[in-house]
Nanobody, 124 residues
Framework: VQLVESGGGLLQAGGSLRLSCIGS????????MGWFRQAPGKEREFVAG????????RYADSVKDRFIISRDNAKNTVYLEMNIVKPEDTAVYYC??????????????????WGQGTQVTVSS
């Protein structure tokens, strides 16, 4: 599957943004999907994950209660709604996919397919 993210940009702290990731080339509903981010000088880290059917969403503690992951399999798209953003949310955000049963994953190593990333910059 090929993954393409969009929706990144520059915003002020406290604001909201929605990222999208559209998949093509395979049956999107067969894939667990995740969002990761990488800030300058830091390792890529898990943000949120969702199962094939949209159940069992999982979040990093740093974004829990602020970010929401969802998917629309009819549109081959996974979303990351970012609310009450903070300067520390600044990073390149990547979507990732893995063909699997109905699980959601938090580890980078579980995902075989990655998008090219979209930059999110939060100013204070």
């Amino acid at each position: 599957v090929q993954l393409v993210e969009s929706g990144g940009g520059l915003l002020q702290a406290g604001g909201s943004l929605r990222l999208s990731c559209i998949g093509s080339g395979d049956t999107f509903s067969a894939y667990a999907m995740g969002w990761f981010r990488q800030a300058p000088g830091k390792e890529r880290e898990f943000v949120a994950g969702i199962s094939r059917t949209g159940s069992n969403p999982r979040y990093a503690d740093s974004v829990k209660d602020r970010f929401i992951i969802s998917r629309d399999n009819a549109k081959n798209t996974v979303y990351l709604e970012m609310n009450i953003v903070k300067p520390e949310d600044t990073a390149v955000y990547y979507c990732a996919g893995e063909r699997t049963n109905n699980y959601s994953y938090t580890s980078l190593s579980h995902y075989a397919y990655w998008g090219q990333g979209t930059q999110v910059t939060v100013s204070s």
